[in-house]
């Protein structure tokens, strides 16, 4: 089937008169597989041969021949010594996007809870957010720089899947100074936060179905990974003294996951009493912790609490830490340690779970570790969070007039308010109009209807300027949401 020539000569030369800052070569290439796609050269058509077309459109005949090849590479025509014919297609719906594509996620994701919203310059009242302006980063980026010139070439490889031995060794000389952990470097695997180490947990711990108790209300971010790992979650009511183990009958759990040091939203710390009865029950129902010692850096009174994994030898508890909120966040640094026999366990297979990277960072965090700037970094940090935590108090009980209580203890970066009755999601919602983000608390409860409602703000980053006008929005805030439902 041969084409008409003016037919087709018009329907390439409208192409090239649109080609804008496109090359001739490309343009033409576009206008021919347009026309195949939308059925305006049919399957079978002969073109006219190169020479033709070239003499026709006053271009070279090596631009035609590019195309044509191109479009024969990717099956659009075929060419021999007959000629060029268009290619026979399969059956289909004209036009390439005559039809808008039915998406239909899998149920497990449209299930996750919603993420965070991330923004730059981050809202006050955000949780979990370091005060990153404070970060020495003059200083980190001198280390790096030595890092580099000191190895160069030699860090652009993947490395070890469970991370630089320097970094890994800085760490438990860390853990042992702060956290009553004693391990060693073969213990411990970095990962890209907290979030991947609970990931990691699922896949080694856990079978697809198997139960996991978690705190409700709780970590967002690990009810994700739960839920991705096909895993059925068990909540655990949290009171002043954290995670209230509560057995009726259910099935005994694969995995536990807590945060004993500062549970977060509610900001309490596991009793002594509440510690010892979770480990005794995790060994005798062979069942794993998964202990996240969210931000049990910065504590306000007192000494530090100790972590539950170096309260007993082979406690059945994998250890989980980060730097995203006592470095800044797109670090994406974070770590876990596993006990002596998971450790040796799991090593054949780490390879498969993890792949590495990342090195010339890490080697710079081993600096910044070893040479004692985190720990320098630490200090000053908790002495900014003690003075905001203070002020948030101040400026709650001067300007949220609404009946409320304080949840979260002296620690932490954030302070959660209970406030009862109201539409905590939205005043969340419409906070974000005035540059506030504070989280809703129903947000944390697997049952967002029945959990308690209230405010989550986070002063990590806010400056303390910004607290009493940003409490005397939140008022007005709730003030207006009373009147509507009046």
């Known amino acids: 089937m041969n084409i008409p020539g003016d037919d087709f000569y018009a329907l390439i030369s409208d192409g090239l008169q649109r080609r804008g800052a496109q090359t001739l ?17 049919q399957a079978e058509s002969r073109l006219p041969g190169s020479r033709i077309i070239a ?43 005559s039809h808008a594509l039915e998406v239909r996620l899998a149920q497990r994701v449209s299930q996750l809870p919603p993420p965070t919203a991330r923004e730059t310059p981050v809202p006050a009242f955000t949780p979990g957010t370091p005060a990153i302006n404070y970060f020495p980063l003059p200083l980190w980026r ?28 800085a760490i438990a000389r860390h853990l042992a100074l702060s956290r009553g952990i004693h391990c060693d470097a073969s213990q411990i695997v970095i990962t890209e936060g907290a979030l991947e180490g609970v990931s990691l947990c699922t896949q080694l711990l856990s079978e697809t179905g198997d139960t996991v108790w978690i705190e409700n ?30 057995i009726n009958g259910e ?88 006990p002596q026999a998971l450790a040796r366990a799991a090593q054949p297979v ?47 009980h001067a300007e949220l007039h609404v009946a409320h209580r304080v949840l979260a203890g002296e620690g932490g970066m954030h302070l959660t308010v209970a406030i009862d009755g109201i539409d905590d999601k939205w005043v969340a919602q419409q906070a974000r109009q005035y540059h506030l983000a504070p989280a809703a608390l129903s947000g944390y409860y697997l049952d967002e209807q029945q959990g308690q409602t209230g405010l989550v703000l986070g002063y990590g980053n806010t400056p303390a300027s910004q607290f009493a006008p940003g409490i005397r929005r939140l008022q007005s805030l709730i003030t207006q949401w009373q009147g509507g439902k009046g």
Not at 142 to 169: F, Q, T
Not at 357 to 377: C, D, K, M, S, V
Request: proline share 4%.
């Open 142 to 169: 001198r280390l790096y720089d030595r890092v580099l010139r000191e190895e160069g070439s030699a860090l652009l490889g993947y490395g070890s899947p469970a991370g630089e031995l320097s970094l890994r060794k």
């Open 251 to 338: 099935h005994s759990p694969a995995l536990i996951f807590t945060s004993p040091s500062h549970q977060f939203p509610y900001g309490s710390v596991l009793s002594i009493n509440r510690r010892l009865a979770l480990l005794e029950f995790a060994r005798q129902h062979n069942a794993w912790i998964i202990e996240d010692d969210y931000d049990s850096e910065f504590r306000y009174s007192g000494e530090l609490v100790p972590a539950m994994m170096g309260m007993q030898k082979n406690a059945p508890v994998v250890y989980l830490g980060t730097f995203s909120k006592t470095l800044f966040p797109s670090l994406r640094t974070g770590f876990m340690v596993l």
């Open 217 to 246: 209300p709780g970590y967002a971010g690990a009810k994700s990974a739960f839920m991705k790992s096909g895993l059925r979650m068990v909540g655990m009511p949290v009171d002043e003294e954290g995670l209230r183990l509560e």
């Open 55 to 97: 003499g026709q459109l006053a271009i070279s005949r090596n631009t035609v021949n590019a195309a044509l090849e191109q479009l024969t590479l990717e099956g659009y025509l075929h060419r021999n010594r007959q000629g060029t014919r268009v290619a026979l297609q399969e059956k289909g719906e004209p036009g390439p996007s």
């Open 25 to 41: 070569q490309r343009s033409l290439y576009l206008a021919l597989r347009a026309a195949i796609l939308d059925g305006r050269l």
């Open 350 to 396: 780490m390879g498969a779970l993890l792949r590495g990277g990342h090195r010339a960072e890490q080697r710079t965090l081993a600096l910044f570790i070893e040479e004692g700037h985190y720990a320098r970094h630490l200090a000053a940090m908790r002495r900014l969070y003690r003075k905001r935590y203070r002020e948030l108090r101040d400026a709650l």
